[in-house]
């Protein structure tokens, strides 16, 4: 599974890979995705399918609703100034913060509880990791992120 140093190396494979996870599906609709042709670095190509970058913003919205349906308000865990804070951490490299909220959601779900009972809810077990990575960068295409958190632009 590729890491969010893949993810801040190449934003756009993120978009392969969300749409190819089988814990996010749930999340995607048909009229999110869009083939792609990539190169596989031998000459040869292959047509993929990929989160249109302008879907993002709702996937991630579908994502944080029904998280919060399932009882975790990973709006307030990402926005709160109580906990992530992404707003005040933007000054930042954006590899940086994405591997910082990857690390405070991975947090969130090994330290068990509440957090880990909402989050298996929201993806599958054996996918929650990978979504979780995913996640982490998906919210930094087109500045996701820093809409749902409101942060103001400097």
């Known amino acids: 599974m590729p890491?969010?140093?893949?993810?801040?190396?190449d934003l756009q494979r993120v978009l392969i890979d969300?749409?190819?996870?089988?814990?996010l599906r749930p999340f995607?609709?048909?009229?999110?995705?869009?083939?792609?042709?990539?190169?596989?670095?031998?000459?040869?190509?292959?047509?993929?399918?990929?989160?249109?970058a302008g879907a993002v913003k709702r996937v991630i919205e579908r994502i944080v609703t029904e998280a919060r349906k399932a009882g975790a308000d990973l709006k307030a865990w990402i926005c709160s100034p109580d906990e992530f804070n992404l707003c005040a951490?933007?000054?930042?490299?954006?590899?940086?913060?994405?591997r910082q909220l990857h690390a405070f959601l991975n947090k969130k779900w090994t330290q068990g509880g509440l957090n880990a009972a909402a989050l298996a809810a929201l993806f599958t077990a054996p996918g929650i990791g990978a979504a979780l990575t995913i996640f982490s960068a998906l919210g930094f295409v087109n500045a996701v992120f820093v809409?749902?958190?409101?942060?103001?632009?400097?």
């Open 18 to 23: 969300a749409a190819a996870e089988p814990a």
């Open 147 to 154: 809409d749902l958190c409101e942060c103001p632009l400097t």
């Open 89 to 98: 951490r933007l000054s930042g490299k954006a590899g940086d913060v994405m």
């Open 3 to 9: 890491s969010i140093d893949d993810y801040e190396m």
């Open 28 to 52: 995607i609709d048909a009229a999110d995705l869009e083939t792609r042709t990539i190169d596989l670095g031998d000459g040869s190509q292959a047509q993929v399918q990929a989160i249109a």
